[in-house]
């Protein structure tokens, strides 16, 4: 999978899509993060969460497309961030953060990679830490054929590896996590979740 063919555009593409409500969706978690040490981002695209977030001492932005890190780098964030350009799946750190914020990145996989990338996020939170998630829930007949569209676009153009639309937000609570909030934009169409790591007893 790569989005380097579409990143010049992919803004573009989503503002097409979403109109003025990509920037409120992309910056939902902005308040949540507000105070936390160390951030990481993965999969974080041209990087749109990063003008507004404040009081965050250290941000990790793992990205697999270098088109995007690029993208993101250019937007000359006031923030200090570091740009690790990675395979989440494959990215080795001992290094544990507060959240991690999954911006329309589980969407990207078919069930097995999605389960995966839940289990791996677990093992970089602290003990208390928070994972962050925005991504689409099924919605109307109308959302869901558009959806439908955007994976073979995706596919298509950035060999995106998932085929469907999974029901993310229960794959989560099913792998160890509980649901600490949830909003929902676009007529329920996305949602921005957090969650905390069950406690092992
Ligand atoms: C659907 S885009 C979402 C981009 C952005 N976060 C957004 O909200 O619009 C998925 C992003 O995840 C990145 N990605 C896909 N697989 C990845 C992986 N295994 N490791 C790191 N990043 C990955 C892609 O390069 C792409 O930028």
């Given at each position: 999978m790569s989005f380097d063919r579409v990143a010049w555009i992919y803004d573009q593409l989503a503002g097409l899509v979403f109109g003025s409500q990509w920037g409120q969706v992309q910056q939902a978690p902005v308040g949540n993060l507000a105070g936390k040490s160390r951030v990481l981002i993965v999969g974080?695209?041209?990087?749109?969460?990063?003008?507004?977030?404040?009081?965050?001492e250290k941000i990790v932005f793992l990205e697999l497309s270098e088109k995007m890190i690029t993208r993101s780098r250019n937007r000359g964030s006031h923030l200090q961030v570091d740009y690790v350009h990675a395979d989440f799946f494959e990215w080795e750190t001992s290094e544990k953060f507060d959240a991690i914020v999954m911006p329309f990145?589980?969407?990207?996989?078919g069930t097995e990679k999605l389960e995966w990338a839940i289990l791996k996020t677990r093992t970089h939170l602290t003990e208390n830490g928070e994972l962050h998630v925005i991504d689409f829930q099924p919605a109307s007949w109308w959302k869901n054929s558009l959806i439908r569209v955007m994976y073979l676009f995706f596919r298509l153009f950035s060999s995106l590896e998932g085929k469907a639309l999974l029901k993310i937000d229960g794959a989560i609570q099913n792998t160890q996590f509980r649901q600490k909030s949830q909003t929902f934009f676009c007529d329920k169409w996305i949602f921005y979740s957090v969650y905390q790591p069950n406690r092992i007893t």
């Open positions: 974080g695209g041209t990087g749109l969460l990063l003008d507004a977030l404040r009081d965050v990145f589980l969407d990207c996989f």
